[in-house]
């Protein structure tokens, strides 16, 4: 009887994990079909260009603005910590 | 159907399986006409050039008295809590460098730390399996002990990441060692949903850490000892809607682009890479010259714009700063002055793009802005 059980108990796990290579295999046949459809990686790089290029960026020496002034409060006036003695000639 | 039948049709399927990705892989190959590096310097981009005292770190945070593992700032700008090897959590203002809070931790192995969106709890998980909540607003005893509000149990193996759902102070996010990710209700305690696991398609590794989208935080991404990268859509938590492949090693640390439209890898492997969610395209990879070993990446951090890739390595203190259109270090945090003394673990980047607070196992966190003479177009 445990034999059976143990056996019944095999069968219910490889028809699971059956099912999950099965689903694997669609949804791999799905992304490849949709590959097909797919920008090339140039497309993408001149969208990011421009993207980037136009997004001010307070770590940047050169950026687009609009500027914040908040961008700076790092080096505003006393604070209550140590190490920051840099001043902006 | 027989469990020897049975057998061999999962064997058949599973070659199957094996084709279509080495199918897919070349698919792939062929749509890689190009990388950002190249697209770049073929536009006549040149790098990102930094004056000796451009990149500056304008403070220390001295406090905790161990390795410093986790970090994360406030979405309202100038506080970050952070979480150490000796058991603590540190919420700091940044800006003034004082302490607001010294939380002593039930669990002193910790690993990851999170501001809620409104800044009132933090959640910490780590060792324990458990990601812990606390309320801002209680009173700590003399040791710095505070009740924890919450308690989101139910991972089978360690809390390597959380982070909070944006705009939503009820909703985290955590990863794990026991190859999942969850949605939690902070409010009641329970699972939302589980991403992965042993009855759905998902990491076959440890997690080790999540970044949810800033533009569409129905999606995250999670990172794993896989090597893949994983896209998830909250609403749909029975397979990953796509794996990103490329790594070589344990992906460490993902941050989503702040477009919300890429993310970057740090890895095992020694390299970060640039991931398109779109098209699912390896757009760049970030290797350091050299003859050495790769240096794990520990961490990384995006610019406001996307133009720098900071990035924590497990050697010295190094912390590259990356061109991202150039595909060139631009600049090294670790050769600056008063930079750490050891390894950086943990990277993040204010709210407003200001500031980038590291940590590092020197016990130490330290604020890095833009000290030099900014042009603007």
Redesign the interface.
Known sequence: MELEDSDARGKHRILAELGRVEEEVRFLEKELGELGQTDIVSTVCEELLCLIEKAPDPLLPLTNGPLNLGWDRWFEGPNGGDGCSCFIL | MS?SE??E??AV??E??NN??D??KQ??LQ??????AK??VA?G?SP????A??????????GHTGKVYSLDWTPE?NRIVSASQDGRLIVW?A????KTHAIKLPCAWVMTCAFSPNGQTVACGGLDSVCSIFSLSSTADKDGTVPVSRMLSGHRGYVSCCQYVPNEDAHLITSSGDQTCVLWDVTTGLKTSVFGGE?Q?GHTADVLSVSISGSNPNWFISGSCDTTARLWDTRAAS?AV?TFHGHEGDVNTVKFF??GQ?FGTGSDDGTCRLY?I????Q?QVYQPQGDGENVPVTSIAF??????LFAGYANNNACYVWD??LGEIVLDLGELQ?SHKNRISCLGMSA?????CTGSWDSNLK?W?????????
């Open positions: 469990v049975l057998k049709r999962h399927a599973t199957t399986v279509l990705r199918r897919l698919r792939r749509l890689l006409d190009t990388d950002v697209y770049s536009q981009r990102v050039k930094f004056g005292t451009d990149l500056v770190c304008c403070r220390t945070l001295q700008r203002n800006l003034t460098s004082q009855f398609s397979r796509r702040p477009d890429r398109d779109r098209t699912g395209h757009l610019s406001a714009s996307g133009r720098l991202t259109l008063d407003d793009g200001s500031a980038l604020i802005a833009f000290g030099g003479h900014r042009r603007v177009i």
